[in-house]
Protein backbone atom coordinates (compact mmCIF):
# COMPACT_ATOMS: atom_id res chain seq x y z
CA UNK A 1 0.00 0.00 0.00
CA UNK A 2 1.53 3.21 -0.87
CA UNK A 3 1.65 5.85 1.75
CA UNK A 4 1.56 9.29 0.71
CA UNK A 5 2.41 12.43 3.14
CA UNK A 6 -1.46 12.98 3.31
CA UNK A 7 -2.57 9.47 4.87
CA UNK A 8 -4.22 9.36 7.83
CA UNK A 9 -2.04 7.62 10.65
CA UNK A 10 -4.81 7.07 13.11
CA UNK A 11 -3.47 7.07 16.84
CA UNK A 12 -5.08 8.62 19.95
CA UNK A 13 -1.70 9.25 21.65
CA UNK A 14 -1.06 12.50 22.59
CA UNK A 15 1.74 13.88 22.59
CA UNK A 16 3.95 14.32 25.63
CA UNK A 17 3.14 17.86 26.68
CA UNK A 18 -0.62 17.00 26.39
CA UNK A 19 -1.27 19.54 24.24
CA UNK A 20 -1.30 20.47 20.35
CA UNK A 21 -1.24 17.72 17.54
CA UNK A 22 -1.57 14.27 19.02
CA UNK A 23 1.27 11.99 17.67
CA UNK A 24 0.49 10.19 14.79
CA UNK A 25 -2.06 12.34 14.17
CA UNK A 26 -4.87 11.85 11.42
CA UNK A 27 -4.38 13.80 7.76
CA UNK A 28 -7.21 16.39 8.78
CA UNK A 29 -4.88 16.70 12.52
CA UNK A 30 -1.94 17.02 10.27
CA UNK A 31 -3.54 19.62 7.87
CA UNK A 32 -4.69 21.56 10.98
CA UNK A 33 -1.31 21.90 11.98
CA UNK A 34 0.19 22.85 9.32
CA UNK A 35 -3.06 25.55 8.52
CA UNK A 36 -1.62 27.07 11.85
CA UNK A 37 1.81 27.27 11.21
CA UNK A 38 1.08 29.67 8.17
CA UNK A 39 -1.66 31.85 9.95
CA UNK A 40 -0.80 35.46 10.58
CA UNK A 41 -2.84 35.57 13.13
CA UNK A 42 -3.87 33.24 15.55
CA UNK A 43 -7.12 31.34 14.79
CA UNK A 44 -9.60 31.45 17.70
CA UNK A 45 -12.31 28.81 17.72
CA UNK A 46 -15.61 29.56 19.26
CA UNK A 47 -15.01 27.86 23.17
CA UNK A 48 -11.24 27.56 22.18
CA UNK A 49 -10.29 28.70 25.83
CA UNK A 50 -12.42 25.63 27.28
CA UNK A 51 -9.10 23.14 27.20
CA UNK A 52 -10.27 20.91 24.04
CA UNK A 53 -8.65 17.58 23.36
CA UNK A 54 -6.12 18.10 20.59
CA UNK A 55 -7.71 14.39 19.29
CA UNK A 56 -11.51 15.14 18.96
CA UNK A 57 -11.56 18.88 19.74
CA UNK A 58 -13.97 18.43 22.55
CA UNK A 59 -13.47 19.82 26.38
CA UNK A 60 -11.64 17.04 28.48
CA UNK A 61 -15.33 16.39 30.21
CA UNK A 62 -16.85 15.50 26.90
CA UNK A 63 -14.16 13.36 25.22
CA UNK A 64 -15.10 10.69 22.88
CA UNK A 65 -11.63 9.42 22.19
CA UNK A 66 -12.51 6.09 24.31
CA UNK A 67 -15.42 5.48 21.81
CA UNK A 68 -13.68 6.11 18.30
CA UNK A 69 -14.20 3.10 16.32
CA UNK A 70 -12.16 1.99 13.09
CA UNK A 71 -13.52 0.21 10.28
CA UNK A 72 -11.24 -1.74 7.87
CA UNK A 73 -12.67 -0.64 4.40
CA UNK A 74 -12.05 -1.19 0.77
CA UNK A 75 -12.55 2.38 -0.82
CA UNK A 76 -10.73 5.61 0.73
CA UNK A 77 -11.61 9.09 0.99
CA UNK A 78 -9.74 12.22 -0.43
CA UNK A 79 -10.75 15.13 1.38
CA UNK A 80 -9.94 18.72 -0.55
CA UNK A 81 -10.61 21.22 2.19
CA UNK A 82 -11.58 24.99 1.93
CA UNK A 83 -8.79 27.06 3.54
CA UNK A 84 -10.23 26.94 7.07
CA UNK A 85 -12.50 24.07 7.04
CA UNK A 86 -9.67 21.87 9.46
CA UNK A 87 -9.25 24.58 11.68
CA UNK A 88 -13.41 24.41 12.56
CA UNK A 89 -13.95 22.57 16.25
CA UNK A 90 -17.25 21.37 14.17
CA UNK A 91 -16.47 20.28 10.79
CA UNK A 92 -17.14 16.26 9.99
CA UNK A 93 -13.74 15.14 7.55
CA UNK A 94 -11.76 15.30 10.36
CA UNK A 95 -14.46 12.15 12.18
CA UNK A 96 -13.32 10.66 8.29
CA UNK A 97 -10.57 10.16 9.22
CA UNK A 98 -11.05 8.98 12.59
CA UNK A 99 -12.56 6.16 11.15
CA UNK A 100 -11.27 5.37 7.57
CA UNK A 101 -7.73 4.84 7.91
CA UNK A 102 -7.28 5.45 4.10
CA UNK A 103 -8.18 9.02 4.47
CA UNK A 104 -5.98 11.81 2.97
CA UNK A 105 -6.91 15.95 3.42
CA UNK A 106 -4.94 18.43 1.44
CA UNK A 107 -6.06 22.06 1.54
CA UNK A 108 -7.61 23.34 -1.32
CA UNK A 109 -5.72 26.33 -3.57
CA UNK A 110 -6.42 28.13 -7.01
CA UNK A 111 -2.93 28.48 -7.88
CA UNK A 112 -1.25 25.37 -6.50
CA UNK A 113 -1.93 21.57 -5.86
CA UNK A 114 -0.20 19.32 -3.62
CA UNK A 115 2.06 17.30 -5.46
CA UNK A 116 1.02 14.44 -3.01
CA UNK A 117 -2.81 14.76 -4.26
CA UNK A 118 -1.50 14.05 -7.82
CA UNK A 119 0.25 11.28 -6.76
CA UNK A 120 -2.31 10.05 -5.00
CA UNK A 121 -5.09 10.46 -7.97
CA UNK A 122 -2.58 9.15 -10.38
CA UNK A 123 -1.87 5.70 -7.68
CA UNK A 124 -2.91 2.55 -9.61
CA UNK A 125 -4.46 0.98 -6.71
CA UNK A 126 -7.23 3.52 -6.54
CA UNK A 127 -10.37 4.61 -8.66
CA UNK A 128 -11.02 7.92 -8.10
CA UNK A 129 -14.55 9.54 -8.19
CA UNK A 130 -15.37 13.33 -7.38
CA UNK A 131 -18.32 13.22 -5.36
CA UNK A 132 -20.62 16.54 -6.68
CA UNK A 133 -23.96 17.05 -7.60
CA UNK A 134 -24.53 15.63 -11.11
CA UNK A 135 -26.54 18.52 -12.14
CA UNK A 136 -23.96 20.75 -12.80
CA UNK A 137 -21.16 18.01 -14.75
CA UNK A 138 -21.94 16.91 -18.21
CA UNK A 139 -24.07 13.86 -18.23
CA UNK A 140 -21.24 11.85 -19.59
CA UNK A 141 -18.90 11.67 -16.94
CA UNK A 142 -21.81 11.54 -14.19
CA UNK A 143 -22.02 7.88 -12.70
CA UNK A 144 -24.75 7.72 -9.90
CA UNK A 145 -24.20 4.07 -8.98
CA UNK A 146 -20.87 2.03 -8.51
CA UNK A 147 -19.94 -1.50 -10.61
CA UNK A 148 -21.21 -4.18 -8.18
CA UNK A 149 -18.07 -4.70 -5.54
CA UNK A 150 -17.60 -8.16 -7.19
CA UNK A 151 -16.83 -6.41 -10.66
CA UNK A 152 -14.55 -4.10 -8.86
CA UNK A 153 -12.28 -7.29 -7.59
CA UNK A 154 -12.23 -8.90 -10.97
CA UNK A 155 -12.60 -5.70 -13.52
CA UNK A 156 -11.01 -2.44 -13.68
CA UNK A 157 -7.80 -3.87 -12.76
CA UNK A 158 -9.56 -5.14 -8.72
CA UNK A 159 -8.78 -0.97 -8.43
CA UNK A 160 -10.26 0.23 -5.15
CA UNK A 161 -12.81 3.03 -4.89
CA UNK A 162 -11.39 6.69 -3.60
CA UNK A 163 -14.23 8.99 -3.21
CA UNK A 164 -12.68 13.11 -3.52
CA UNK A 165 -15.18 14.93 -1.14
CA UNK A 166 -15.04 18.53 -1.52
CA UNK A 167 -15.08 19.84 2.24
CA UNK A 168 -16.08 23.31 2.15
CA UNK A 169 -18.92 25.75 1.93
CA UNK A 170 -21.18 24.98 -1.12
CA UNK A 171 -19.44 28.30 -2.32
CA UNK A 172 -16.07 27.07 -2.09
CA UNK A 173 -16.42 23.50 -3.46
CA UNK A 174 -18.03 24.73 -6.70
CA UNK A 175 -15.05 26.91 -7.13
CA UNK A 176 -13.20 23.58 -6.14
CA UNK A 177 -14.95 21.71 -8.78
CA UNK A 178 -14.44 24.05 -11.24
CA UNK A 179 -11.04 25.24 -11.26
CA UNK A 180 -9.56 22.26 -10.28
CA UNK A 181 -8.06 21.37 -13.58
CA UNK A 182 -6.53 18.04 -12.15
CA UNK A 183 -10.26 16.79 -11.20
CA UNK A 184 -11.47 17.65 -14.92
CA UNK A 185 -10.79 13.61 -16.03
CA UNK A 186 -12.25 11.81 -13.25
CA UNK A 187 -15.79 10.64 -13.07
CA UNK A 188 -18.02 12.35 -11.09
CA UNK A 189 -20.12 10.41 -8.57
CA UNK A 190 -23.78 11.95 -8.13
CA UNK A 191 -24.99 10.99 -5.26
CA UNK A 192 -29.17 10.06 -6.56
CA UNK A 193 -32.27 11.24 -4.88
CA UNK A 194 -33.88 7.89 -4.28
CA UNK A 195 -30.41 6.69 -2.02
CA UNK A 196 -30.77 10.60 -0.54
CA UNK A 197 -33.74 10.13 0.90
CA UNK A 198 -33.78 6.60 2.05
CA UNK A 199 -30.59 8.00 4.24
CA UNK A 200 -32.76 10.90 5.32
CA UNK A 201 -35.50 8.63 6.27
CA UNK A 202 -33.46 6.13 8.24
CA UNK A 203 -31.97 9.16 9.86
CA UNK A 204 -34.91 11.60 10.77
CA UNK A 205 -32.52 13.82 8.93
CA UNK A 206 -34.56 16.85 7.20
CA UNK A 207 -32.11 19.38 7.26
CA UNK A 208 -30.93 20.44 2.92
CA UNK A 209 -27.72 20.14 3.13
CA UNK A 210 -25.64 16.88 4.52
CA UNK A 211 -22.36 17.54 6.11
CA UNK A 212 -19.18 15.75 4.62
CA UNK A 213 -19.24 12.63 6.65
CA UNK A 214 -22.98 12.10 5.70
CA UNK A 215 -21.96 12.23 2.50
CA UNK A 216 -19.33 9.64 3.12
CA UNK A 217 -21.46 7.84 4.50
CA UNK A 218 -23.72 7.27 1.69
CA UNK A 219 -20.50 6.91 -0.42
CA UNK A 220 -19.14 3.63 1.40
CA UNK A 221 -23.04 2.52 1.50
CA UNK A 222 -22.93 2.71 -2.56
CA UNK A 223 -19.60 0.54 -2.03
CA UNK A 224 -21.65 -2.07 -0.68
CA UNK A 225 -19.51 -0.85 2.79
CA UNK A 226 -22.67 -0.97 4.96
CA UNK A 227 -20.61 -1.37 8.15
CA UNK A 228 -18.42 1.59 7.71
CA UNK A 229 -21.42 4.07 6.33
CA UNK A 230 -23.44 2.71 9.39
CA UNK A 231 -20.24 3.68 11.85
CA UNK A 232 -19.75 6.85 10.12
CA UNK A 233 -23.39 7.82 10.97
CA UNK A 234 -23.16 6.64 14.37
CA UNK A 235 -19.67 8.30 15.12
CA UNK A 236 -20.92 11.48 13.55
CA UNK A 237 -23.99 11.30 15.68
CA UNK A 238 -22.12 10.67 18.97
CA UNK A 239 -20.05 13.45 18.26
CA UNK A 240 -22.54 15.68 17.64
CA UNK A 241 -24.39 14.70 21.07
CA UNK A 242 -20.95 15.82 22.83
CA UNK A 243 -20.78 19.09 20.67
CA UNK A 244 -24.32 20.17 21.52
CA UNK A 245 -23.77 19.60 24.81
CA UNK A 246 -21.37 21.63 25.60
CA UNK A 247 -22.45 24.66 23.26
CA UNK A 248 -26.11 24.35 24.63
CA UNK A 249 -24.79 23.00 28.34
CA UNK A 250 -27.05 20.53 28.14
CA UNK A 251 -26.24 17.24 30.70
CA UNK A 252 -25.03 14.71 28.46
CA UNK A 253 -26.42 11.25 28.19
CA UNK A 254 -23.41 8.93 28.05
CA UNK A 255 -26.20 5.89 27.66
CA UNK A 256 -27.74 8.09 24.54
CA UNK A 257 -29.49 5.90 21.45
CA UNK A 258 -26.18 6.97 19.03
CA UNK A 259 -23.78 5.91 21.85
CA UNK A 260 -25.61 2.20 22.27
CA UNK A 261 -25.59 2.34 18.40
CA UNK A 262 -21.79 3.25 18.15
CA UNK A 263 -21.47 0.20 20.72
CA UNK A 264 -23.57 -2.52 18.96
CA UNK A 265 -21.71 -1.96 15.80
CA UNK A 266 -18.24 -1.82 17.88
CA UNK A 267 -19.62 -5.47 19.27
CA UNK A 268 -20.49 -6.66 15.93
CA UNK A 269 -16.70 -6.13 14.63
CA UNK A 270 -15.55 -8.97 17.30
ZN1 LIG B 1 -10.68 13.37 22.94
Aim: net charge positive; aromatic share 8%.
Amino acid sequence: MSAAPGRSQASSHRSPRGEGTPVNAHAVSRLRTARLAVSSKPYVARGSGLGRCPCCRLVASHCICALRPQVPTRAGVCLIMGDIEALKPSNTGWLIADVVADTWAFGWARTAVDPALLALLADPQWQPYVVFPGDYVEPGRVLTALPPAEDQEAGQGGKRPLFILLDGTWSEARKMFRKSPYLDRLPVLSLHPEQVSNYRLRRSTHEHHFCTSEVAALCFELAGEQRAADTLAAWLDVFTDHYLSIRQQLPLDWASEPHQRLQALAMTAR
